[in-house]
């Protein structure tokens, strides 16, 4: 009998097909999905993402530069909570806007997912200037309520340590940061959702025993944002040069585990379909 189209979703698939392929409850929860996040390649409402990408990375610029802020003016805040704080705010942003944009929240992600073939490249520009504008917009709201305190935040090598040496830890925590997502994504480890535990969780790790060098950034618009918003850009360039590093050895990794990528999971993550 022919599937009318009342039972067919608008990506092509039957309600029957969606059954078979996932499950009754998981292709209950997709039919219940509005026509644009089923939809990931409609550019009609590619607004939507990008919103996703620029709030959520506000939230995340703003915990993250913030709790350095505060930690300035009051003293009370200090380096556990710091730097457990953003993990805890990326968990929650993956689970709450994460169907919608795939929250990538960091340009070395997008463009990881991009040289895996996990998402298009003509998408690149957009998300990465959503992120930027987030970024600013926090750090434009932490300078209207506390000034410059704490530099607004600005990432630069603790006491005691080198440009070199903020360099290469970044490089090699955003290796394990981008790792962790491609491995979370891909077809043969996907887990959904509880992929924003295994990322939150690094990201809190990482910065428990690497924060003291460099700040444990792992995301050039964390770093960049606080630095424009203040207008003094010396000291920057191990914060974008090591994330771009460290992403693109990820991106190696992820090939000597798991082949070139494009795997159908991994693009669902990558462009927020998993949920």
Same mark, same amino acid.
């Given at each position: 009998?022919?599937?009318? *189209?009342?039972?067919?979703?608008?990506?092509?698939?039957?309600?029957?097909?969606?059954?078979?392929?996932?499950?009754?409850?998981? *292709?209950?929860?997709?039919?219940?999905?509005?026509? #644009?996040?089923?939809?990931?390649?409609?550019?009609?409402?590619? #607004?939507?993402?990008?919103?996703?990408?620029?709030?959520?990375?506000?939230?995340?610029?703003?915990?993250?530069?913030?709790? *350095?802020?505060?930690?300035?003016?009051?003293? !009370?805040?200090?380096?556990?909570?710091?730097?457990?704080?953003?993990?805890?705010? +990326?968990? /929650? +942003?993956?689970?709450?806007?994460?169907?919608?944009?795939?929250?990538?929240?960091?340009?070395?992600?997008?463009?990881?997912?991009?040289?895996?073939?996990?998402?298009?490249? @003509?998408?690149?520009?957009?998300?990465?200037?959503?992120?930027?504008?987030?970024?600013?917009?926090?750090?434009?709201?932490?300078?209207?309520?506390?000034?410059?305190?704490? =530099?607004?935040?600005?990432?630069?090598?603790?006491?005691?340590?080198?440009?070199? =040496? /903020?360099?290469?830890?970044? /490089?090699?925590?955003?290796?394990?940061?981008? !790792?962790?997502?491609?491995?979370?994504?891909?077809? *043969?480890?996907?887990?959904?959702?509880?992929?924003?535990?295994?990322?939150?969780?690094?990201?809190?790790?990482?910065?428990? #025993?690497?924060?003291?060098?460099?700040?444990? !950034?792992?995301?050039?618009?964390?770093?960049?944002?606080?630095?424009?918003?203040?207008?003094?850009? @010396?000291?920057? #360039?191990?914060?974008?040069?090591?994330?771009?590093?460290?992403?693109?050895?990820?991106?190696?990794?992820?090939?000597?585990?798991?082949?070139?990528?494009?795997?159908?999971?991994?693009?669902? /993550?990558?462009?927020? @379909?998993?949920?």
């Amino acid at each position: 009998m022919p599937t009318s *189209a009342h039972d067919r979703d608008p990506s092509g698939d039957s309600a029957a097909a969606l059954r078979a392929r996932h499950g009754a409850h998981i *292709a209950e929860l997709m039919e219940r999905q509005p026509v #644009w996040g089923r939809q990931f390649t409609d550019l009609s409402h590619e #607004w939507r993402r990008l919103f996703a990408e620029s709030f959520g990375t506000l939230l995340l610029v703003l915990v993250g530069a913030g709790g *350095a802020v505060l930690d300035a003016k009051t003293g !009370s805040i200090g380096r556990v909570a710091a730097v457990t704080a953003p993990g805890l705010l +990326v968990m /929650a +942003v993956i689970l709450g806007m994460g169907a919608v944009s795939g929250a990538h929240l960091n340009p070395v992600v997008t463009v990881a997912f991009a040289l895996r073939r996990d998402f298009q490249w @003509r998408r690149v520009p957009g998300y990465l200037a959503a992120q930027l504008v987030g970024g600013v917009l926090a750090c434009l709201f932490l300078r209207a309520l506390f000034g410059t305190t704490g =530099q607004l935040g600005a990432t630069r090598p603790g006491p005691g340590f080198t440009t070199t =040496q /903020a360099l290469l830890i970044e /490089a090699v925590l955003t290796l394990g940061l981008v !790792s962790t997502i491609l491995g979370t994504a891909s077809t *043969a480890q996907n887990v959904g959702p509880l992929a924003a535990l295994g990322v939150g969780g690094y990201i809190v790790l990482a910065g428990l #025993w690497a924060s003291p060098v460099s700040g444990a !950034s792992m995301n050039p618009v964390r770093s960049l944002a606080p630095d424009l918003v203040r207008g003094d850009l @010396r000291g920057l #360039w191990p914060y974008l040069l090591g994330p771009l590093i460290g992403s693109l050895l990820a991106v190696a990794v992820a090939f000597v585990l798991r082949g070139p990528g494009g795997d159908p999971e991994a693009v669902k /993550a990558a462009q927020g @379909r998993e949920a």
